[in-house]
């Protein structure tokens, strides 16, 4: 089983900011087979980029992720009122798909 | 619009089952896997298994295997998660979300269930 480890597990930032969210593998993952969700408070999570950095429908710009192995990062460039929320990062190569523990970002 | 809507709220004693549906709509049902996702209070996500709809077969986590059944109707686009032998400190919301591969992301996600274990 790919065990997902997320740091950190709390973000405090403020508008405007830059936030910067890890997700390391225990074992080397094709970006092609990582997701990241975002899940806000007492919502179902959706999905925001998949594979190689590609962003969902409906996802802006300022979503951005990078990596590759076992590293991998979720970079939110400008921090909005609306970013608020857990993210997790998912490896969805063969079985079981497994999570991250989650990134909760606060502003 | 694509849309997964779950079944509502349950409650049920330790040692009960519970089944959740999950109903498709706005797109080809048979054309998507399905997945279930456990979230426990508080807590984070925790994949329990999926179904191809196109012939039922399924794959389970470890962690559920023995304890879960996932099936479908066609006739209906509903996806069912049947989950046996609750436990007390069971309590969680289940979601259904659907993916194009085998392994692929979860692009759209139903509203969740929540199922309390209460005697």
């Known amino acids: 089983e790919i065990v997902l480890t997320q740091s950190p597990g709390t973000l405090s930032l403020s508008p405007g900011e830059r936030a910067t969210l890890s997700c390391r593998a225990s074992?080397?993952?094709?970006?092609?087979?990582l997701a990241w969700y975002q899940q806000r408070p007492g919502q179902a999570p959706r999905l925001l980029i998949f594979?190689?950095?590609y962003r969902a429908t409906g996802i802006p710009d300022r979503f951005s992720t990078s990596g590759s192995g076992t590293d991998f990062t979720l970079t939110i460039s400008r921090l909005e009122p609306e970013d608020v929320a857990v993210y997790y990062c998912?490896?969805?190569?063969?079985?079981?798909?497994?999570f991250g523990q989650g990134t909760k970002v606060e502003i | 619009q694509v849309q997964l809507v779950q079944s509502g709220a349950e409650v049920k004693k330790p040692g009960a089952s519970v089944k959740v549906s999950c109903k498709a709509s706005?797109?080809?049902?048979?054309?998507?896997?399905m997945h279930w996702v456990r979230q426990a209070p508080g807590q984070g996500l925790e994949w329990v298994g999926m179904i191809k709809p196109s012939d039922g077969s399924t794959t389970y986590a470890q962690a559920f295997q023995g304890r879960v059944t996932i099936t479908r109707d066609t006739s209906t686009s509903t996806v069912y998660m049947e989950l046996s032998s609750l436990r007390a400190d069971g309590a969680a919301i289940y979601y259904c979300?659907?993916?194009?591969?085998?392994?692929?992301?979860?692009?759209?996600w139903g509203q969740g269930t929540v199922v309390t274990v209460s005697s």
């Open positions: 979300a659907r993916s194009l591969y085998y392994e692929s992301s979860f692009d759209i």
């Open positions: 706005g797109y080809t049902f048979i054309d998507y896997y």
């Open positions: 998912q490896q969805f190569l063969g079985s079981p798909k497994t």
């Open positions: 074992q080397s993952v094709s970006n092609s087979y």
């Open positions: 594979g190689a950095s």
